[in-house]
């Protein structure tokens, strides 16, 4: 089978491997479409500097062919979604991140969907309660999944980016609005809107997807009394000096806007894979993720609506290289590995 890995710097080489054979607990799944993470995965492509082989890891759909002792809640046959896949064509991952797909809906639909999973913990974590005003600052991938989960589960959904594409995007999502943020010859345009859509009582919960300082600042710029800031970008560089001090005198300086209008700053991961007491909470991975794929059969859940662009697996490189030279057209990407059984 071929495996695609990251060899070296902006490098990506399809491997000759064996199909691997599933030890106890393992699940082999022959892979019908993986997708493309615009975070970790292109993280990995612009790090790699020394030649040596790095995985390319996310989520993916399949038919599950095979699996090992002890396995109990799926079987040969099954159509399941999975994380922690490589691109490629056959893999063995533990039971637990398996998860069977509903009659109905489409594998390629099922592999983007663990980020709308995600979506509901990072719900869950900003305490979001029906008929709030929830903002989304960036609509890459995990924006625009927590989108629309939150336009799901009954939210006023704004959706914010500072690319004019991703907004063109986020106003194809249903959502109540999108609108560019940042770019200076938009500035006016862009906060009538804004203004106009938050109106007096302004937002309720912010989820920022970005992993940009910028976007980070634009969500806490939005903030108003006992906004909850939920964060599931990750800033994997610090602020620039200039943009930090901003950030420390609109949060920490007098008056400060973390003390003085009590914001919530809240990490999202995902919630626990076991309920753990006293946690009031009986959400867990598995229970969201189900959830999340019983809602996508159900037509709640628009799954496709993510999916940009579907390429084969020997476009996984240009692909990558597309991203980093900064196409903001591409968001959702999957690569169709063909037909299973």
Known sequence: MQH????????VEAIDEPIPIPAAGEVLVK????????GSNLSSYLSQTRQQRGELLYMASGVVQQVGASVGHVAPGDRVALLNCGHQAYVCVAEDVVYRVPTGLSLREASVSYLCSWAVSALHLGQYAAAETVVVVGQGLVGASAALVAEMMGA???????????????????????AQVGMPEHSQVSAGQIAEFLGETGPDLILETSGSWHGFGQAIQL???????AIMGIYRQPPPAELGLDLHQLLYAYPSKFHYQRLQIIGC?????????PNPRLATRRRNYTYVLEQAQRGRLPLAKLITHTLPPQEIGSALAAL??????????????????
């Open 269 to 277: 991961g995902s919630d626990p894979d076991e309920v753990a007491y």
């Open 324 to 341: 980093a030279d900064g196409n903001k057209q591409m968001v959702g990407v999957v690569f169709d590995w063909g037909e299973v059984a």
């Open 31 to 38: 892979v019908a479409y993986t997708a493309l993470s615009p």
């Open 156 to 178: 006023r959904v704004l959706a914010l980016d500072s690319a004019a594409e991703r907004v063109a995007f986020a106003q194809t999502l249903g959502l109540g609005a999108a």
């Open 223 to 229: 903030a108003r009394d006992y906004t909850r800031l």
């Open 4 to 11: 695609y890995y990251i060899t070296g710097y902006r490098q």
